[in-house]
């Protein structure tokens, strides 16, 4: 005999252990079904152990999705303030780190005993180690089974996230069960991933280690933020941010001094004749950065002696460095997935799907992906809370 829910719940991620303890709290009878050993594993290892859990300056342009919209109504329904409050009423001290993301003062251990915490009060049933192996819709009700247990229930919310990091367990079950339902799936590809370089930009890989606050631009978007040397190519938070963006064929631009005025480069040479460019650089930038920038410009006397066009020319390459990235490192390297679940056969208010009564996707496994510096945490628990009004 199948044991009954009002809903089941697959993924006990952020999103999961969110959706599923407020609408236990709500008087759900839920289900909550987790394939790894132990719940919320992404939320322990983000923010470098400290989750960086939202971001003060949410805001739906700072999320990607075919439907820049989509995202609108649960982010304005559940906003960063009410997470913070929550966050707050557990007793658990944050800081703001650097534009508006906040972090726990201690360890992202206290979110998720702060998700279970209040799973359990809202009396959550969450399993663990479980392999899906059927999920089947009958009658009007979806019917789960694991190698342990059979469970069914009138109502079933896709959590399962993206296939970032498959080495942590993610995988591409969202995609699969939402396949199987009919439902349309935007091409998943990693975003906030380091970008790796190729062709004549491999001489760049010497300066692995090497990081510099810069503006990376593709198309019309573009970051202020530090981008990291690699052994591969390119990473560091401005990399990551402008990944999310960028597609096979295109550039990256990097303007390596992003504070200097328009015509420094000239106006050095006239006060100072006798500098020279690796040194202006150094005032800035690493050393070592310096000197691969300066010998690739092939500008090594005195700049009293370099024309003024060359010197113009090598200002405009350091502020619009072009590199073409060959790939990126992939999946297995990649914060987040861009795409997943089509947001047009989402109901934006409550995440339930439009073809099938009773099924909903929330968090990840949908194609909304946020910005790097909370975003992502700030929509698994927006969404959670939209579905979780109406389970
Ligand atoms: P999530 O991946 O959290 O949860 C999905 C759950 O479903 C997992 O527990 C998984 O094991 C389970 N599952 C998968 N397949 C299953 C199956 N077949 N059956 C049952 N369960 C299954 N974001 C942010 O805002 N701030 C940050 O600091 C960071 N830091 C960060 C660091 C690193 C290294 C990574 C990889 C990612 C981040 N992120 C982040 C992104 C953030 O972790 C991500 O956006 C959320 O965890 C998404 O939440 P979900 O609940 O949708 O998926």
């Known amino acids: 005999m199948a044991n009954t829910y009002d809903a089941i719940i697959l993924g006990a991620g952020a999103a999961g252990l969110f959706c599923a303890a ?15 050993e132990a719940p919320g594993k992404k939320i322990l290892i983000s923010g470098g152990g400290r989750c960086n859990f939202t971001n003060l300056d949410v805001a739906p342009d700072r999320y990607l ?10 982010l304005s329904r559940y906003s960063a303030q009410d997470f913070i409050d929550l966050v707050g009423a557990h007793g658990i001290a944050w800081h703001e780190k650097t534009l508006g993301q906040l972090f726990c003062d201690g360890s992202a251990r206290q979110i998720v005993d702060m998700l279970l915490d209040e799973g359990a009060k809202g009396g959550v049933e969450l399993v663990c180690e479980q392999d899906i192996s059927d999920v089947r819709h009958t009658d ?111 550039d990256v631009g990097i303007d390596f001094l992003p504070d200097r005025e328009r015509g420094w480069l000239l106006d050095a040479k006239r006060e100072t004749p006798s500098s020279v460019l690796r040194s202006l650089l150094k005032d800035g930038l690493p050393d070592r950065l310096a000197t691969t920038l300066a010998d690739r410009l092939t500008i090594n006397g005195d700049l009293g002696n370099v024309p003024d066009k060359r ?10 460095w072009r590199f073409r990235p060959n790939g990126t490192e992939g999946f297995a390297k990649a914060e987040v997935t861009i795409g997943g679940i089509s947001t047009a056969e989402l109901s934006s208010k409550t995440m339930e799907t439009k073809t099938v009564p009773g099924l909903y996707a929330i968090g990840e496994a949908v194609d909304v992906t946020g910005w790097l510096g909370g975003y992502n945490f700030q929509w698994a628990w927006a969404s959670g809370w939209a579905a979780a009004q109406v389970l």
């Not at 498959?166 to 995988?171: L, Q, V």
Request: proline share 5%; hydrophobic share 45%; charged share 20%.
């Open 22 to 36: 407020l609408a236990g709290q709500r008087g759900r009878r839920v289900l909550l079904v987790e394939r790894a």
């Open 65 to 74: 999705s075919a439907n820049p919209h989509f995202a609108k109504s649960a």
């Open 140 to 250: 009007g009700r979806f019917h789960v089974k694991t190698d342990a247990l059979t469970a069914e229930a009138p109502a079933l919310v896709i959590a399962t996230g993206g296939p970032s990091i498959p080495k942590m367990g993610a995988t591409g079950f969202a995609y699969d069960l939402a396949r199987q339902f009919g439902l349309k799936i935007v091409e998943p590809r990693p975003a906030l991933v380091p970008l790796t370089l190729g062709g004549d930009d491999v001489l760049f890989r010497d300066l692995s280690g090497v990081a510099a606050d810069v503006h990376a631009r593709c198309g019309k978007t573009a970051f202020r933020e530090a981008a990291l040397f690699t052994h591969r190519g390119l990473s560091g938070p401005a990399i990551l941010q402008i990944s999310s963006y960028w597609r096979h064929g295109q």
């Open 311 to 320: 010197l113009t020319q090598a200002e405009e390459k350091l502020a619009d």
